[in-house]
């Protein structure tokens, strides 16, 4: 039993590994189908991570797991495909953070996580865990998409990020409140992804453009 829980260990750090690498590609990268796919890689990696969590997992985790792969790496991925297609837009051309200063944004925000982990108060079955760092890198990767790109789905992709960002923070309680935990995260990421699509098809309609800095030509 503990060899088993200790390779789980070794695979959840593995994965949350995995999601620190997509928080880099997706900072690194013009392209918006690349931006989706890394964040719907990052969904389905986040999924799998209850399970491995909770070896002996109840229906609940098991939702949890299902909730985030069919949400974070399938639903949310497709609709933002079908608007980037909409638009006939496949490229992030003027961010106002440029990509390389992103990604050495994100790689310095990275190493802090890490430095700052060992001085929380975590308790010592996460001592050695990267959770915490991750969730931390994570948070930091999707403000900085919010924060440095100009089009609509790059700043959803940012805001889905730093929601799976929150997801991991949440996964330190999943063995107190397993449903508690995914409920709130879904219920905040489904709030706030229709009101961006609301936002989105309202510059589309106006603009026939997913460009957010058009916006500021709005006046009364």
Not at 131 to 143: K, N, R, Y
Not at 147 to 155: D, K, L, N, S
């Amino acid at each position: 039993m503990e060899r088993w829980a200790g390779i789980n260990h070794q695979n959840l750090n593995l994965l949350i590994g995995l999601a620190i690498g997509l928080n880099l590609l997706a900072l690194s990268t013009s392209r918006l189908p690349m931006l989706i796919r890394s964040m719907s890689a990052q969904g389905v990696i986040l999924g799998v991570m209850p399970i491995l969590m909770e070896p002996h997992a109840d229906w609940r985790v098991l939702l949890v797991a299902l909730a985030t792969i069919g949400g974070k790496g399938l639903f949310i991925p497709g609709m933002l495909r079908r608007a980037m297609r909409a638009v006939r837009i496949d490229r992030e051309l003027e961010p106002l953070i440029g990509f390389v200063p992103s990604l050495l944004l994100g790689a310095g925000g990275t190493i802090a996580a890490f430095a700052l982990t060992p001085l929380l108060p975590l308790l010592a079955e996460h001592a050695d865990s990267l959770l915490v760092p991750g969730a931390l890198a994570t948070v930091i990767t999707g403000l900085i998409l919010l924060i440095g790109r100009t089009e609509a789905v790059a700043q959803v992709c940012g805001y889905i990020i730093l929601d799976n960002g929150i997801y991991l923070f949440g996964l330190l309680l999943i063995r107190a409140m397993p449903l508690m935990v995914e409920a709130g995260v879904l219920l905040d990421l489904t709030v706030g992804v229709f009101i961006l699509g609301i936002i989105v098809d309202r510059i589309q309609r106006t603009f026939d453009s997913l460009d957010t800095r058009i916006l500021t030509t709005l006046h009364e």
